[in-house]
T-cell receptor
């Protein structure tokens, strides 16, 4: 079984500051890792994903994440945030190499960017 | 990118009635779609996996007779909440698996259901 832990339920930051949203996972098999963003009353939008290859993954809106197998982490980072980045962020994992496998989500991190 | 739509975006119904929610993949064919439920300020809870042409697979604790899922084509899955009650009020989100995008699920915008 897989599980995902997002270590911070809320992260307040000031505009133009850097931010890191932490995600740890546990799994007995290889995994695919995802970060999604959800704006109020909307569905989820894919930010980035790690399937294989380079452990540093770049996504949309200036976000990037680094897969660390030894620490079983997939932290999301952005060097300079904007007000518009205020949203809920979800880390998710699926069983790698299994077509159509289910996503297991973390509890989410609310990022609030203040002026 | 892959686009998934849901209809309606919000619905209000009386207790005891049934409500149908549609999920469509607009620019790709999805043999597998997923239905999630999300309570306020919580994460997504997987309800069921919908496979085109076969019966849906429900997660433990989800009543299959209450949440009817039909995946009649490669671009459409429907969720029908039968005999809805106030406790069924929630945000329902579907996703579709793009087979050309290696296990990546693309999500619809969600449907807000309020049962009075």
């Amino acid at each position: 079984a897989q599980s995902v832990t997002q270590l911070d339920s809320q992260v307040p930051v000031f505009e133009e500051a850097p931010v890191e949203l932490r995600c740890n996972y546990s799994s007995s098999v290889s995994v695919y890792l995802f970060w999604y963003v959800q704006y109020p009353n909307q569905g989820l939008q894919l930010l980035l994903k790690y399937l294989s290859g380079s452990t540093l993954v770049k996504g949309i809106n200036g976000f990037e994440a680094e897969f660390n197998k030894s620490q079983t982490s997939f932290h999301l980072r952005k060097p300079s945030v904007h007000i518009s980045d205020t949203a809920e962020y979800f880390c998710a994992v699926s069983e790698g190499g299994t077509s159509g496998s289910r996503l297991t989500f973390g509890e989410g991190t609310q990022l609030t960017v203040n002026p | 990118g892959a686009v998934v739509s849901q209809h309606p975006s919000w619905v209000i119904c009386k207790s005891g009635t049934s409500v149908k929610i549609e999920c469509r993949s607009l620019d790709f064919q999805a043999t597998t779609m997923f239905w999630y439920r999300q309570f306020p300020k919580q994460s997504l809870m997987l309800m069921a996996t919908s496979n085109e042409g076969s019966k849906a697979t429900y997660e433990q604790g989800v009543e299959k007779d209450k949440f009817l899922i039909n995946h009649a084509s490669l671009t459409l899955s429907t969720l029908t909440v039968t005999s809805a009650h106030p406790e069924d009020s929630s945000f329902y989100i579907c996703s579709a698996l793009d087979p050309l995008s290696t296990d990546t699920q693309y999500f619809g915008p969600g449907t807000r259901l309020t049962v009075l």
